[in-house]
Every structure is written in C-alpha cells, then in structure tokens.
C-alpha cells in the first residue's frame, strides 16, 4: 500500500499558472474559434490591415533588424540548445531524466505544428510578391490544397508555437542546471526567457510579412496549449526502465 500510495505522489501533474484543465480549454476553445472564422471567410481584413502597414513601414535598417530578431523563434537552433541543456544536466546529474523534456517536446511539436500548417493549407503574404505569385486575395484563404505544399503552410506559425515550447524548456532546465553549480536564476529572468523571445518572434513575422497577424496569434494559442501540457508533466517520477536505476535522479526538484 504505500507503494502505491508514492508512485501515486511521483506521478501527481505539476503545477501551472494559472491552474486547473480551464485555461487549456479556453486556448483550445479559442484556436478552434479562430480557425473556423478563417474557414469561414472572417478576419481578412484584420490580417490585410496589418499586412499592407507593415509593407509601407518597413526601411531596410528595420527589416534587418526583424530578420535578426525572428531567428530567435528558428525551431532546429532552439531543439538543440533544449537538448544540449538536457544532456548537460543529465551528466551532471547522473541522470537521464533531463534528457527527457526536449525529446517529448519534438516529439509533440512534431505532431502537430506540422500537421495543422498542411491541414489547413494557407499562404504567407509574401506568396502574393513571390512564387507562387498569387493575388493579393488569393493569399488570404485556408484550405488551398490545390496548391504545393511548400507555398500554403503559413496557419498556425511554427516560429511563434516553438519559440513558446522551446523557451519554456530552457528555462525548466536551465535553472537546476545553475544549481549543480551552485547559482540560482532570478524568477524575472525566468519569465523574461519564457515571455520575451516569443513575443518578439510574434512581432517580426508579422512585421516582415512571413505571416498573417492571425497565424501569429494561432501559433501563440497552439504554443501556450503545448507548453502547459509540458509544464505539467512530472518528469521527476516518470517509471523509467529497471536497467536505468543508476541514471534515475531528479532534477525538476533538484537539489
């Protein structure tokens, strides 16, 4: 019985903020909302409002100066920057645990980030100002499977929902890897790596005409609706194989 009763306690959800399944659901909610008034012809002229400023305010200097900043939400960078912290802690952890978070996380952002761009078939803005050279009203609707994969995969933004992901699990593990050396992380850095990055990410690829202003805010829903998900997972008391009892330590709660 108290075995039982301590892997119950191992496998308790952690806690998120704000807590409680409701959040989930209204970031499901509202992503599902936002696609059916895509589906249904609604918001475009929010989304060409925003598209056709940006086209008319941007200078070269600033342009740059975006392009620069939305490499902070390149997805292939951020996985393995999540999976070198890992590595690192597990290591000085003696521990395979940390390793655990990037892996799940490629895994579910795999899963779908991508899917949903081929499922719901969008152009970028650009595509009306280079190949496939559509008109200006052809780049606005989703479901264009007519077209090459390659040129309709702008809903939701893959940039804004990795740089939510993957922001959030440098910070998980950045903090108790400082710890094993014996530094701490302010709580204000903690929530500007988690808050900053994406935000601007959000900014840029809509100032730079990569995405539509609601691609942007869809790939913020999908990425905060994963990013609790991960969040709640204990990874401290996950059952691991017997033949890794030596590398099972925890690190969520380390030291």
Same mark, same amino acid.
């Given at each position: ?35 059916? /008034? ?18 008319? =305010?941007?200078?070269? !200097?600033?342009?740059?100066? /975006?392009? &620069? ?18 590595? *690192?802690?597990?290591?000085?952890? =003696?521990?395979?645990?940390? !390793? ?5 996380? @490629? ?5 779908? &980030? ?11 803005? *650009?595509? *009306? /100002?280079?190949?496939? @050279?559509? *008109? ?8 264009? =499977?007519?077209?090459?994969?390659? @040129? ?11 740089? &939510?992901?993957? $922001? ?24 500007? &790596? ?12 809509? $100032?730079?005409?990569? =995405? ?20 709640? !997972? ?19 709660? $380390?030291?």
């Amino acid at each position: 019985m108290r075995e039982t009763t301590e892997v119950r306690d191992k496998l308790r959800l952690r806690p998120v903020r704000p807590a409680g399944w409701w959040f989930d659901g209204l970031l499901l909610a509202a992503l599902v909302g936002l696609t059916v /008034a895509l589906a249904t012809g609604h918001l475009f002229g929010l989304d060409r409002a925003v598209a056709d400023w940006s086209d008319t =305010h941007r200078p070269t !200097v600033a342009e740059w100066a /975006a392009r &620069i900043l939305n490499l902070l939400g390149q997805g292939t960078p951020l996985t393995l920057l999540a999976a070198g912290l890992g590595v *690192s802690l597990a290591v000085r952890l =003696h521990s395979v645990r940390p !390793v655990l978070p990037p892996v799940v996380a @490629f895994v579910l952002t795999y899963l779908t &980030i991508g899917p949903l761009k081929v499922w719901t078939a969008r152009p970028a803005p *650009s595509a *009306s /100002a280079k190949e496939p @050279f559509l *008109s200006p009203e052809r780049t606005l609707p989703l479901f264009q =499977h007519e077209l090459p994969v390659r @040129f309709a995969q702008s809903y939701p933004s893959g940039h804004v929902a990795n740089a &939510i992901v993957w $922001y959030g699990l440098l910070a998980l593990l950045l903090a108790p890897l400082l710890r094993t050396f014996g530094r701490t992380v302010p709580p204000p850095l903690v929530t500007a &790596i988690r808050v900053v990055p994406p935000l601007v990410v959000l900014c840029t690829t809509c $100032y730079l005409g990569w =995405h539509w202003l609601t691609d942007s805010v869809a790939g913020l829903l999908l990425g905060l609706l994963l990013d609790r998900l991960l969040h709640r !997972v204990p990874w401290d008391g996950l059952p691991l194989p017997e033949r890794l009892r030596n590398w099972d330590r925890p690190f969520t709660s $380390y030291p």
